[in-house]
């Protein structure tokens, strides 16, 4: 079998072993808009969950409020609406929104414009989105302007940056039809083909400490999930929280490097974050 076929093969084996919840949950279409490829994505939810849970406590949940940002198809909030909590899910593709079955609130926020509501939260679920704003100082300024109590939880770059480099509105390099113009990318809502994160974990926890949140950080393995994105005879992702600089950038050059991608599968190096307002 070549290297790619044992690959899907362990890829196909571990589709059917995933087990979530009652039956498969967090698989779904996803259509390239510039190839017209349908992918099937997975976004595991079921750790993270279980984290924020372990954290709070299972009675905690019942009667709070909970503004969910880039919940894409709504499958984190309903763990806590099982809990008794009355969830909003936000996020900036209303086609997204309208697919979420629920008559809970559903709150169209676009990340990169200013926002605000005439109220608070009190918890923020903040997952997977933070990588992919222009700038995550206004992102996290905005959002704590609506709640006390986050978990926020992103891919970070691991190479040691000096500061976020901020992005800019993109094209992609992918033409259309011959003499067509280039396509603006639009693989995510905010325009960049960007999958990786352009900041250290460092940025995001010297701007807590700058507003003067106290937070706690699990670099915990039971987060570590093998599959993120598959997409078939293409790609797959890693997303790891467990890793440290040592692991990803030894000292030593003879070390070998923990966690390292296989091209063209990869790995995201991710963070998860417990955070609060002092009282
Ligand atoms: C990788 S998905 C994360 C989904 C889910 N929160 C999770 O962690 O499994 C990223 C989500 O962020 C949303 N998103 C991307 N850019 C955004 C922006 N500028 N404003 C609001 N949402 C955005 C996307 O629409 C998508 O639903």
Known sequence: MHCQGIYLYAINKYM??????????????????????????????????????QCKGEDWFDGKTILE??????LIGRHFEKLGATVSYAD?????????ETDSE????????EWSFNRKWDLIIHFGTLYHVKNIYDDLRRAFNHTDEMFLETAVNSLPMPA?????????NVHGAPGEQK????RVFNGFDQWEAAFNDTHVEEYLDEIGKTYTRYDDAD??????IIIPNEVYRRDVYSWTLEDVHPKNPMKPVKFASIPPNYVHFRRFWHIQTPK
Request: aromatic letters at 8%; hydrophobic letters at 30%.
């Open 164 to 172: 976020p480099l901020f992005r800019q509105e993109s094209m992609s």
């Open 92 to 100: 900036a593709r209303q086609e997204l929104l309208d697919s979420i």
């Open 183 to 186: 396509k603006k990318n639009c």
């Open 16 to 53: 059917k072993m995933i087990k979530y919840g009652e039956g498969l949950e967090g698989f779904f279409k996803w259509k390239n808009p510039i190839t017209d490829d349908e992918h099937t994505m997975y976004l595991p939810t079921e750790a993270r969950v279980n984290k924020v849970i």
């Open 106 to 113: 559903k709150l169209c926020i676009n990340h990169n414009d």
């Open 69 to 74: 940002l880039g919940t894409a198809h709504g």
């Open 223 to 228: 987060l570590d999930n093998d599959f993120g």
